[in-house]
DNA sequence: AACTGTTACAACCGCGCGGGA
DNA sequence: TTCCCGCGCGGTTGTAACAGT
């Protein structure tokens, strides 16, 4: 039942990896280029899973990878974009040179998330913990904004997925995926969840934004209403505004719709893209 | 010195996605 | 269109190192 394991188990090492095998490795990347991960351990004459390499690699062996302490500087970058994107590790350790995913994700667990409940902070939603009563009094405003979703609600820049599997496990940042774990999440979570399309006439936007949402693009009319979240202003890939463009392609447009981005940010008034 | 509790982080696991056959 | 494979991601676990008693 489910899939095959990545490999065989039985004739592959675990754990901590010793000096010489981080040696192989290194030589054979070096000599090879990273890629084809699944045949690289035999090929190098490793006696580990492929998905192990690549994270030994991704994770520890990687010459452009920065150690050592955090910068303040990075504790507030990381703190900024997880209010944006959630645990988009990934995402995040695209904006943190020499840092990777795990590393970012680790050191959000030890120390950050330590230094936002100290701030008075709920490290997940970014917002001020709140007593018993006043989350009594925002889940039951939730409750009736959600029992009334034509009722215009502020839109918190975290990640939106506003495609047609918006599931609430996308929604609110796979902590285990509810519908109320999503209020708890974002108990003001400010979707305008009536029938509309997405501005298109909306203030002039470069080409960039154009080619982004083409003039002639075919109406979103078959999404199931419930599930779009619409702007007053015109929707932007949030990746793009985060500038991660300029680092490798974007691929947050969903392949089953190429109009809709998995990260959603609005541009805010006045704001144009350059 | 020995034991226990805590912290930090490397590594593993399972799942979803995209591409190719 | 469907299926399979490989990759990448996020969550979780295991354990070494450290601190406190």
Redesign the pocket.
Known sequence: M?????CE?AH??????TKEE?QRLIAYIKAHG???????PKAAGLL?????????W????RPDLK?G?FTDEEDELIIKLHGL??????????QLPGR????I???W???IK?KLISRGLDPQTHRPLSTAAAAATATAATAIAVATPSLHREVTPMELKPST?L?T??CC????GTANLDEDRCPDLNLDLSISLPNCSSPKTSASSESLTPPNAPQEVTTPISLIPTYSTTPICLCYHLGFQSKKPC?C????NPHVF?YYRPLEEGQYIE
Do not use: F, V
């Open positions: 489910g899939r095959s394991p990545c188990k592959t090492n675990k754990g901590a990896w981080d990273e890629g084809c991960w699944r045949s690289l580990r899973c492929g998905k192990s390499c690549r994270l030994r991704m994770n520890y062996l150690r302490n994107l959630g645990n988009k590790w990934s995402l995040i350790a695209g990777t995913d795990n590393e994700k680790n050191y667990n030890t120390h330590r599997d599931s496990e996308d940042q796979h902590s285990g691929n447009q969903t392949s089953k998995r």
